[in-house]
């Protein structure tokens, strides 16, 4: 959601902005996407358009080092932020959240 996205500026009126506490750095641009939708944004995808990532510039140990860093996609506090907020059964959540990251990591460091 935080990348290539457009925003009305109505949006911020009716909910604020981007919560910098809870989610400093990653996760952000998702919970503010959700929250625009709870009060009636219409959430839209363009799958037209093409946005680029340059995510192999880091490789596995750095990102798997970098559990405490807000830099970190991997973030244990903000991952665990996001289930609280946002999921039912917040450890669940949390815990299969953290099992597919692993998971998929090391599927694709496999290749």
Same mark, same amino acid.
């Given at each position: 959601?935080?990348?290539?996205? @457009? $925003?009305?500026?109505? #949006? /911020?009126?009716? +909910?604020?902005?981007?919560?910098? $506490? ?5 996760? #952000? ?9 709870? =009060?009636?944004? &219409? ?7 093409? =946005?680029?990532?340059? %995510?192999?510039? %880091? &490789? ?5 080092? &970098? /559990? !405490?860093?807000?830099?970190?996609? /991997?973030?244990?506090? !903000?991952?665990? &932020?996001? #289930?609280?907020?946002? !999921?039912?059964?917040? $450890?669940?959540? /949390? $815990? @299969? ?5 692993? !998971?998929?990591?090391? +599927?694709?460091?496999?290749?």
């Amino acid at each position: 959601p935080g990348r290539g996205v @457009l $925003i009305p500026i109505d #949006a /911020f009126h009716k +909910v604020g902005v981007y919560d910098e $506490i809870k989610f400093p750095h990653y996760c #952000a641009d998702d919970d503010f996407s959700l929250r625009c939708k709870s =009060v009636g944004f &219409n959430l839209v995808v363009s799958v037209k358009s093409i =946005v680029r990532s340059y %995510t192999d510039e %880091t &490789n596995i140990l750095f990102k798997f080092k &970098n /559990f !405490t860093s807000i830099r970190s996609p /991997f973030n244990l506090q !903000t991952r665990f &932020n996001w #289930a609280k907020k946002h !999921t039912p059964i917040p $450890i669940m959540y /949390f $815990i @299969l959240d953290i099992v597919r990251i692993i !998971t998929s990591q090391l +599927v694709k460091n496999k290749k």
